[in-house]
């Protein structure tokens, strides 16, 4: 499941591979994107940058183009060599950037669409975005207070509010909540500044430890644990045992379109 981690990872791939490239072929099968490529067409702009703002991923072409892709449940980037095989069926592919040594793919992403730098910036799905942890300028003291804005909301719910706090899903909720040893029901305004604060730091030491390059190959893990079958802390563990306590991992689907939680009912009580 693509969270924050994912989309900075995808976004270095994507900016090694054609940053700083001319494009030489656009193709895709979204008609919102052949329009724009018809008026003004992609091939032979440059490929200026590739940027993650929290689950978005930004490709920002010469000539004021920037197109916004997000990844939801399935989608996902590849970069290939020209001639090279896909691994995703072509009936996946949404579309299609070509410089002259990469191919980048885009397969079911749902959310595509080109916005010139001004539409980006009054774009309120991206503008409203809270602090990226994961961001060079990330600001935990601003990610606490809009954290604290929220005081008689559920802990659960707050860290996957992407205008609160950008780039956390469920994944990296269950596992933030229980290194901080924070019941997933508490709500803000019983957690002190000082664990807030080291909810946030986890957040943010959790997420950086997935970005490097090797990660997909291992698996997405929290514990420091090499084997991959001790990844994660307390995700999709659902009635096996705590790794710190033994006691039965408890699993609900809880706030927001009904997500699944793990936590441990002995570590997590705060
Ligand atoms: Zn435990």
């Not at 705590?242 to 441990?264: D, H, K, S, V």
Request: hydrophobic share 40%; proline share 5%.
């Amino acid at each position: 499941m693509p969270e924050g981690d994912t989309i900075h990872r995808a976004a270095a791939t994507l900016q090694r591979a054609i940053g700083g490239q001319i494009v030489t072929r656009f193709e895709s099968v979204l008609p919102k994107l052949t329009r724009v490529d018809a008026d003004a067409p992609l091939r032979g702009r440059t490929v200026d940058r590739v940027e993650a703002r929290g689950k978005h991923l930004l490709i920002w072409f010469s000539g004021d183009l920037v197109l916004r892709t997000h990844m939801r449940m399935n989608g996902s980037w590849h970069i290939y060599r020209p001639g090279e095989r896909w691994q995703r069926p072509h009936r996946d592919m949404r579309l299609v950037i070509e410089t002259a040594a990469m191919h980048a793919v885009a397969f079911t992403v749902p959310v595509a669409e080109f916005v010139t730098s001004r539409e980006l910036a009054n774009h309120d799905v991206v503008a409203e975005l809270g602090p990226d942890p994961l961001s060079d300028n990330f600001n935990a003291e601003e990610a606490i207070e809009r954290i604290q804005a929220h005081g008689d909301v559920e802990i659960t719910d707050v860290l996957l509010d992407q205008r609160v706090i950008a780039g956390i899903g469920n994944v990296f909720k269950s596992e933030v909540l229980f290194e901080g040893g924070v019941h997933p029901e508490t709500r803000v305004d019983a957690l002190s500044d000082a664990r807030l604060a080291e909810l946030v730091d986890i957040a943010r030491r959790q997420l950086a430890a997935n970005v490097v390059e090797t990660m997909p190959r291992f698996g997405r893990r929290t514990t420091g644990r090499m084997a991959i079958a001790e990844g994660l802390w307390v995700y999709g563990r659902g009635g096996r045992p705590c790794r710190r306590c033994g006691t039965p991992i408890t699993f609900a689907r809880q706030g927001l379109g009904a997500r699944p939680t793990y936590w441990c009912p002995r570590c997590q009580t705060a």
